[in-house]
């Protein structure tokens, strides 16, 4: 079992609110990402990060951020929630085999 | 053009069914392959790795051509747990690139 924990599992929240979901990692991987799901869809990649101070905007234009300042860890930021950003955020991490991921967070902007 | 595609689906099998799933790929140059299990809200989760000489976990079997860039995973005497949307995820293999996903292939297994 990967060991890699998202919190919080469910969010509901007003527009305008600054949110930061929580990623972490015990495995030590380099390798962390952040995809965005809607339900009945593809997976898309939003940031990902090749280790500590390394971060990169993925395929899917995003209006969050993250950071990477220890290995285990990488939260994603919403400065500013609108319900456009509601969806299932998933991270994972990787470390030359295959992709881990965290149960993700439901997120719902209202 | 995708640069991963699989069969579009749903496929609705009776338990007990062997099925058969197909994936292919565009980038030549991809090295790692990988199948996943994603079950309804829930995060993907590995379910095989996929070597050129094929591999076989218990009712699953993945077979990789590379000459042909095509990806197969076949489940035999399917359960009612087996029900997901099967993911097939290919990565280039250099350092800065990353995973690809296919959009998936959804199995539902009826008694």
């Known amino acids: 079992e990967a060991d890699i924990y998202q919190t919080p599992r469910y969010l509901v929240i007003g527009t305008g609110k600054k949110i930061t979901l929580e990623c972490s990692q015990t495995?030590?991987?380099?390798?962390m990402y952040w995809y965005q799901q809607d339900p009945g869809m593809e997976l898309h990649l939003i940031h990902y990060s090749y280790g500590v101070n390394s971060t990169e905007k993925g395929d899917l234009s995003s209006e969050s951020t993250v950071s990477r300042i220890r290995t285990e860890h990488f939260p994603l930021t919403l400065e500013s929630a609108r319900p456009s950003h509601t969806s299932q955020y998933l991270c994972?991490?990787?470390?030359?085999?295959?992709?881990?991921f965290g149960s993700g967070t439901q997120l719902s902007v209202l | 053009r995708k640069e991963v595609e699989q069969d579009p689906g749903p496929f609705n099998v009776p338990e007990g069914a062997t099925v058969a799933f197909n994936c292919t790929y565009s980038n030549s140059a991809s090295q790692s392959f990988f199948w996943y299990r994603q079950d309804c809200r829930k995060e993907p989760k590995l379910l095989m790795s996929v070597y050129s000489s094929g591999n076989e976990d218990g009712r699953f079997t993945a077979q990789l051509n590379r000459a042909s860039q095509y990806i197969s995973l076949l489940i035999r005497d399917s359960k009612l747990s087996d029900s997901a949307t099967y993911l097939c995820v290919v990565s280039p293999g250099d350092y800065g690139q990353n995973f690809v996903f296919g959009p998936g292939t959804r199995l539902s297994v009826l008694p």
């Open positions: 994972a991490s990787s470390q030359g085999g295959g992709l881990f």
């Open positions: 495995m030590g991987h380099d390798k």
